[in-house]
């Protein structure tokens, strides 16, 4: 528990400091990515745009870390709703498979009945997404990722109860040294220029603002199972009935199919 809070007044500093930092660095980005497609005139020699060029790749690289540290420190509101983890699974998956490509079967094993939580959707998707991308990149040879869920077992009136998500994969697993560091913000082992560190240390602060807790089972050559344990939303069907399902991109747009 100690350990837990240590991490979670850790987090928040870090968050903090990283959104702050973050809303400066993009606009000088802006500045920098501006300039540079500005100079990479097509007149200049070869050997010139291929310099622009790396001028160009860093900036983009640097977008997308500042957008991660942005995400990280969380300052999108936050829009609790009852959602059933089965729908959002399912959801997600056509976007999974895509993500993950070809090499990596995705498979989705789901409870049989509605796995009711009250939470943030799209936070709970970046959670998926994740851990998903994470096992992607510990399956460099290819492999499956099995998304589950799970609903409570029956506790006495009163006890929590919490449903669960799992996010499983037939990969390279961590050793006991990595598995310990791997919720520290910024810690990664896939190197600066692929790795931010940040991916895990969202998705643990997301669990725990949801009231949930997260475990990981992993040993070197094993694979991974990472647990998402969420509160079990008990009035679930009822209110399921009432919430409307999420209407598609072409309802949104006024019932005209469009291409994206
Ligand atoms: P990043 O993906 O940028 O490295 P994360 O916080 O998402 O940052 O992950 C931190 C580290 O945890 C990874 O670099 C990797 O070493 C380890 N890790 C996370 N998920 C897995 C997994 N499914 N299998 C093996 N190692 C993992």
């Not at 790749?57 to 609790?80: E, G, K, N, Y």
């Not at 992607?136 to 998304?147: C, S």
Request: proline share 6%; charged share 25%; no cysteine.
């Amino acid at each position: 528990l100690e350990e837990q809070l240590r991490q979670s007044q850790k987090m928040e500093a870090v968050g903090r400091l990283a959104g702050g930092v973050a809303h400066d660095f993009n606009n000088l980005l802006t500045i920098i990515r501006g300039n540079a497609e500005l100079l990479r005139s097509p007149t200049e020699d070869a050997g010139d745009s291929a310099l622009f060029d790396d001028l160009l790749l860093a900036a983009d690289r640097a977008t997308a870390l500042v957008r991660q540290l942005l995400m990280f420190s969380r300052r999108q509101p936050v829009r609790v709703e009852v959602l059933d983890l089965n729908e959002v699974v399912t959801a997600l998956s056509g976007l999974l498979r895509r993500l993950l490509g070809e090499r990596v079967s995705v498979e989705t094993v789901l409870a049989p009945v509605p796995v009711t939580v009250r939470t943030d959707r799209s936070h709970l998707e970046q959670v998926i997404l994740n851990l998903a991308v994470n096992a992607r990149d510990a399956m460099p040879g290819g492999g499956t990722v099995t998304v589950g869920t799970v609903v409570p077992e029956r506790a006495p009136p009163g006890a929590p109860r919490f449903a669960q998500l799992t996010v499983a994969d037939t990969g390279t697993g961590m050793t006991d040294e990595v598995k310990g560091q791997i919720f520290e913000p910024f810690f990664t082992t896939k190197g600066p220029d692929k790795g931010t560190g940040l991916g895990l240390a969202t998705v643990f602060g997301i669990v725990e603002q949801a009231g949930g807790r997260i475990k990981v089972e992993s040993a070197p050559g094993a694979g991974t199972t990472f647990r998402v344990d969420l509160p079990w939303w008990e009035g679930s069907a009822s209110v399921l009935a009432r919430t409307p399902a999420p209407r598609s991109l072409a309802e949104r747009r006024g019932g005209r199919a469009v291409s994206v």
